[in-house]
């Protein structure tokens, strides 16, 4: 793996241009499907960039540029003009570095890098496709990518409050392009690389999508891992004409993502340990929102990963009562890392003397490192091994008895009068722009969003109806349709609602996390970036998250870090090929996809065994794997041997009433019928309503009457197929090639 240059140096680009005709820049489409991909009739230039601060060398690659959606809107952002652009892609397949040719065949196995570009409340337009990046404070991990071979995809996408679309009302504002686009968006551009053809004639492994975005583009990454191919996004979807594929990812990296957004008030006022102000009216705002979030984090049920000296063990709740101390951990972890690498006790002595610059990126006052007391080893003094200090004393020196304010500081960043709405006409207020701002008619949809007004008035948010009416105005009331939308717009950006809230119901959320933040990052709530990251452990993710050490918003990024977490998830599951699969087979997507997404393994001996049967257990282990391996079920069954690989799989089937076995028995090695395998998918998926029909098939009356509903749901969804002359065979023994293909439309359609 290559690195980049750990400073800072000035940008040189020399650019040259090679291109094949600036007339084509769009993806044509065939007449009957506007969604799919013309690689001959799109864009194709090589852009080279030369020696410059993020990777030595120069870079050559071309791009092609397409539109991912069958209905584009026109928009604008601020200053910008008219453009369909939001609704367009640009595919970035490296041509070579450094004189190295790339393999172009094997691009079609390169790991995929889709960075949004979503900063703040903007939307973007897709960009030049000659550009190295979209955007200039992405062309590090962009230019990082392509000169690792990876394909790079970027998107253009509506913003969530400067993304105007559609006719003014009749006060000259515009009232579309806010949440839940921007996620809507990025969810249909993914959709699009894995869309019919596009699957195989768009380089890149649809299956090894690496999403990345920092700050509001982190927040939209966080939400792309957590709610993969959720119906909760459906009609929006369908709404622009997205193709009809599956929108989840395999791995996300998240950089300082304002995330949690109704929880970032509470998170904010806990962890700074009470009123810092001096204010009496703010400081009862601020035991407020900290007793809030108490509530808030007992009601989590997140448990710890780890011990924490005497007091916290592993598996104990985290709650506001231990979540500092927990939370400590991270911190010393940060410390500790970025000490050692000072080179010894006279640097880290010289760097502890002085004082922490003010971060400008709505971070940090100066403040003294005098709270760091570094613990030396004793064989080696010049050796970290731990910290001495408390979260009080950290969060004293982060924030600074002058910075603090109880109004959200997600929100105070954009101080501007919010345009009035329902029976609210007056006030001036702070817009939390992810939502919508003064040009929105929807602004502030924050939970728990206070105005800096001089009365410190709460606005637009539930938790502020209830300051209204007690405290100030009780006459004020906000209507249900407005409330209804902030429940909706909060929703769109809260991953924990996807987690392991309401929404995780058809949610797939991904299994691989890479997440940095800043320490001094005043923006990304701490309690709401480690909630989300252990919420996921508990759940058998694969996360790696930490701090940076004395970094504001928005410099978090961690590029050694992440290719180092990518290469061992691309080296540990690689592009699986077996000796009994030519390619060709009308199969071979499938097991492509499910041996990809670790659903179902080879049989040990470099086959896949296609035609082999698959026995009841296997299937209730491919779905325990897919849930995550939830632990704590016993088996009843008596053929279930407590030693047996399969019985912790059978346990958690049978206590989440998947299956029921026969009189006691499961009959573990008994081979799965076409219909016991409908019915296991359909129990799985919480035995929905269906209102289809097996009429169609002559063998209708074979199928048993507990299995009956569960086929016609999986007819209905596409799930389950008969033959060409109408033969549905319930009772014919389902080969792991046919349960292979089953899967794939379980896991695209039961969700999506």
């Known amino acids: 793996m290559r690195h980049i240059r750990s400073r800072l ?44 601060e993020y990777f030595p060398g120069t870079i050559v690659f071309k791009t092609y540029q397409a539109t991912y959606v069958t209905e584009p809107i026109t928009g604008k952002t601020w200053g910008g003009s008219p453009s369909e652009d939001y609704f367009k892609l640009n595919i970035k397949v490296p041509v070579s570095y450094n004189g190295e040719v790339f393999d172009q065949e094997a691009m079609a196995d390169a790991p995929i890098l889709f960075y949004n570009p979503w900063g703040g409340d903007r939307g973007y337009p897709v960009g030049d496709p000659s550009a190295l990046a979209a955007r200039e404070n992405t062309a590090a991990l962009v230019g990082r990518a392509l000169s690792e071979g990876w394909v790079v995809v970027e998107p253009g996408m509506r913003g969530a409050a400067n993304c105007f679309v559609g006719t003014p009302d009749e006060e000259g ?88 957004r109704s929880w970032g008030d509470p998170a904010i006022a806990w962890e700074r340990w009470g009123d810092l102000s001096g204010n009496e009216e703010a400081n009862e705002i601020n035991v407020a929102l900290t007793q809030a979030f108490v509530e808030y984090q007992a009601g989590l049920g997140i448990r710890a990963e780890f011990d924490v000296g005497d007091s916290i063990q592993e598996g104990d709740l985290l709650t506001a009562d231990n979540y500092a101390e927990y939370l400590m951990v991270y911190v010393k972890e940060s410390a500790i890392k970025f000490l050692n690498g000072l080179g010894g006790k006279e640097a880290i002595d010289e760097y502890l003397a002085t004082e922490l610059p003010a971060n400008g990126m709505y971070g940090t006052p100066a403040a003294a490192r005098d709270w760091i007391k570094p613990v030396y080893d004793r064989e080696d003094p010049d050796l970290v091994v731990d910290i001495e200090g408390t979260w009080e004393e950290f969060w004293a020196y982060v924030v600074g008895e002058e910075h603090f304010n109880p109004a959200n500081l997600l929100d105070m960043q954009y101080d501007r009068p919010l345009k009035a709405t329902d029976e609210m006409s007056e006030g001036n207020g702070v817009v939390n722009s992810l939502v919508g701002d003064r040009n929105s ?70 299994e691989n996390w890479f997440m940095r933040t800043g320490s001094v990052d005043l923006v990304t709530p701490h309690p709401s970036f480690f909630n989300l990251a252990t919420a996921l452990e508990n759940q058998g993710k694969n996360v790696d998250a930490a701090l940076v050490w004395d970094q504001g918003h928005g410099l978090s990024t961690d590029l050694d870090g992440f290719f180092a977490f990518a290469y061992e998830l691309v080296d540990k599951t690689p592009s699986i090929t077996f000796s009994d699969l030519a390619g060709s087979e009308w199969y071979a997507g499938a097991v492509a996809y499910v041996s990809g997404s670790g659903l179902m393994n080879g049989l040990g001996d470099g086959r896949f065994g296609p035609n082999d049967l698959l026995s009841r257990a296997m299937l209730a282990q491919i779905l325990y794997n897919r849930e995550g391996k939830p632990a704590g079920a016993e088996s009843t069954f008596d053929d279930v041997a407590g030693d047996a690989w399969y019985a912790p799989a059978v346990a958690w089937a049978a206590d989440a009433g998947i299956v029921t076995g026969y009189g006691g028995s499961f009959i573990p090695d008994g081979n799965l019928t076409r219909e016991q395998l409908a019915v296991m998918l359909y129990r799985y998926a919480g035995s929905p309503e269906t209102a289809g029909s097996l009429a169609q098939f002559s063998d209708a009356a074979a199928v048993n009457s507990y299995a009956e509903e569960a086929l016609r749901w999986a007819v209905e969804h596409g799930i389950l197929a008969g033959t060409d002359n109408a033969v549905l065979d319930p009772q014919g023994e389902a080969t792991r090639a046919e349960v292979a293909v089953v899967l794939m439309r379980f896991c695209a359609q039961s969700t999506g």
Request: charged share 20%.
């Open 173 to 260: 504002y515009y009232n579309y392009g806010k949440l839940p686009y921007p996620i809507v968006d990025l969810k249909a551009a993914i959709r699009y690389l894995r869309y019919g053809e596009n699957a195989s004639t768009i380089p890149g492994d649809k299956e090894r999508i690496f999403v990345a975005g920092s700050s509001s583009g982190g927040s939209a990454t966080v939400m792309l891992g957590s709610s993969g191919n959720s119906a909760f996004f459906k009609p929006y979807l369908e709404e622009m004409g997205a193709a009809d594929a599956r929108d989840d990812v395999y791995a996300v990296f998240p950089s300082c993502p304002v995330m949690i």
């Open 441 to 510: 008619q929807y602004a502030n949809a924050s939970s728990f969003s206070f105005g800096k007004a001089e009365d410190y008035a709460a606005v637009f948010s539930d938790f502020g109806q209830e300051w209204i009416q007690n405290h100030r105005e009780p006459t004020i009331t906000i209507s249900e349709e407005y409330l209804e939308l902030i429940e909706l717009q909060r929703n769109s950006v809260e991953p924990l609602y996807f987690v392991i809230g309401e929404g995780a119901e058809g949610a797939t959320v991904c």
């Open 9 to 52: 140096l000035s940008l040189i680009l020399a650019v040259s241009f090679l291109t094949a005709g600036l007339s084509g820049l769009t993806a044509s489409a065939s007449e009957d499907d506007a969604l799919q991909f013309d690689p001959q009739a799109a864009y194709q230039g090589e852009y080279t960039v030369s020696d410059n």
